[in-house]
């Protein structure tokens, strides 16, 4: 893996889970995944991608789907394709030569890893067709895990489900909050659209730290209430014995939205009844 650049792409992620890259690539990126939340959860969610849509098609069809040693050398096909074709007409050119009987589902999924490559800081993807529910919604629904790693403290079982803490973040000093808002360049004026929250919540052992908090949006449907929907499943899922809380909270830090979806069963948000 070439020093010109900080993070392997979603292709060079692709190739490194399949085996494909030179001896002297994998390791790099091994060691690269070992240190980076950013890119492991990229690389989660390219996969969660591609599952989560051939299973939701896996059942129609079955019978047109070609040897299964191809899939993602098809994909990987699709996106050398669209990337030396940019000319504004492309993607109707690249769509005219794929969608055959036998290749269409490849061909959207191919879409659908190239919106998520291109989306705002690999965070947030735009409109899929699995994911509509992101749409247009800003990078700090998920923080920055340069940012916002996550932090906790050493708690025992007993102070998990015996003991109340407040997971009100805007009880946190006015100089903690104003630094949080610096790093995530939240201006004052913009700073009303905003609500402090924990990455881990304290009732599942996360800490009143700088590392564990960042600015979460209002206005989308991946907001406050939704994480503390999540944040209370977990804490009954740890206190009942089904989850363990070092899970929880790698959950809850690594990629909150996908852990609702996991938890939840869902791709988007629940309302409340």
């Excluded at 489900?161 to 407040?166: A, G, L, N, P």
């Excluded at 600015?215 to 989308?220: A, C, D, L, M, R």
């Excluded at 999540?230 to 809850?252: I, M, S």
């Amino acid at each position: 893996m070439a020093d010109r650049y900080t993070h392997p792409t979603d292709e060079e992620l692709l190739s490194f889970v399949d085996g494909e890259l030179s001896p002297g690539e994998s390791p790099a990126i091994e060691r690269h995944l070992a240190t980076c939340w950013e890119c492991r959860a990229r690389r989660s969610k390219l996969e969660n991608t591609i599952g989560e849509f051939l299973e939701a098609h896996h059942g129609v069809l079955d019978s047109q789907l070609p040897p299964a040693a191809g899939p993602r050398a098809l994909l990987k096909a699709r996106m050398a394709e669209l990337r030396k074709t940019p000319r504004a007409g492309s993607w109707r050119l690249v769509a005219a030569q794929v969608f055959d009987s036998r290749q269409r589902i490849y061909a959207l999924a191919a879409l659908v890893i190239l919106i998520v490559a291109v989306g705002a800081g690999y965070r947030v993807s735009t409109s899929t067709a699995l994911d509509q529910h992101l749409a247009a919604a800003p990078q700090q629904v998920i923080p920055n895990a340069r940012l916002t790693p996550g932090a906790v403290r050493p708690i025992s079982m007993s102070e998990v489900c015996s003991v109340s803490f407040s997971d009100d973040a805007d009880q946190v000093p006015t100089s903690l909050r104003r630094q949080v808002l610096q790093e995530y360049k939240v201006s004052a004026r913009q700073a009303g659209n905003y609500e402090l929250d924990y990455l881990v919540s304290p009732q599942l052992g996360g800490t009143e730290d700088i590392r564990n908090l960042w600015p979460e949006p209002k206005s989308t449907a991946w907001n406050l209430r939704a994480k503390d929907a999540l944040e209370d499943h977990l804490h009954d899922l740890v206190c009942e014995g089904k989850l363990d809380l070092a899970t929880a909270q790698r959950d809850l830090s690594s990629d909150w939205i996908t852990a609702y979806q996991k938890y939840f069963h869902t791709l988007a948000p629940v309302t409340p009844s």
